[in-house]
């Protein structure tokens, strides 16, 4: 099984519809990311999160809101969807966690959610 | 500002033959950093990582990358390539605070 799995994999919507996605670790990590990836711009961080109760904004937040349910579980919303956030979505950890060699500076990501708004 | 550039957005090269991917880098301090890559419909996988220490550092897949202080670069290398190398590859810096600034991504085409 994936240590970071994101759910849904591929979603369709329509302009104004909210939607979430979702993720969830099995890594015992403490802090978790939200990117957004585009054609040419790589990835650009879009919230994350140190621990349960630290939420902050990355750089491009605007449009987006995230929920850390518990330490293994980060969401993201879109409150109204708009066309020019189609894009692909990735979830990363980072954080102490289980096991011998790991530092808070290495993230490990979730093999993505493809998202189009219509 | 941190920033990262990497100057090629498509790279084609012969199977067998030698790879170098450029990264270069701007931040105030020393940085820590990475070589991601994605391959088609899959996430980021770490290829490398540096924190300190030697500036040759060796990586997953016969991949290595030489942090130049000088430069502010941090090219990766392979000395001969394989068509399951296909894929984008991003550099990315970070610091102690735990955050990462990515590259734009080079996509690397590898032909028969």
């Known amino acids: 099984d994936a240590d970071v799995t994101q759910t849904p994999r591929n979603r369709i919507t329509k302009t104004g519809k909210r939607i979430m996605l979702e993720c969830s670790q099995t890594k015992g990590h403490d802090r978790m990311y939200w990117y957004r990836q585009d054609p040419g711009l790589g990835l650009r961080l879009i919230y994350y999160s140190f621990d349960v109760k630290d939420i902050n904004k990355g750089e491009i937040s605007d449009g987006y809101s995230v929920s850390r349910q518990a330490q293994a579980k980060f969401s993201l919303s879109l409150e109204s969807a708009i066309p020019n956030q189609t894009a692909l979505y990735f979830c990363a950890t980072s954080g102490e966690g289980i096991g011998v060699g790991l530092t808070k500076n290495i993230q490990y990501f979730g093999a993505g959610t493809r998202l189009s708004v219509l | ?112």
């Open chain 2, 1 to 112: 500002a941190q920033s990262v550039t990497q100057p090629d957005i498509h790279i084609t090269v012969s199977e067998g033959a030698s790879l170098e991917l450029r990264c270069n880098y701007s931040y105030g301090a020393t940085p820590y950093l990475f070589w991601y890559v994605q391959s088609p419909g899959q996430g980021l996988q770490l290829l490398l990582k540096y924190f300190s220490g030697d500036t040759l550092v060796q990586g997953i897949k016969g991949f290595e990358a030489e942090f130049k202080r000088s430069q502010s670069s941090f090219n990766l290398r392979k000395p001969s390539v394989h068509w399951s190398d296909a894929a984008e590859y991003f550099c990315a810096v970070g610091n102690q605070g735990g955050k990462l600034i990515f590259g734009q991504g080079t996509e690397l085409s590898v032909k028969p």
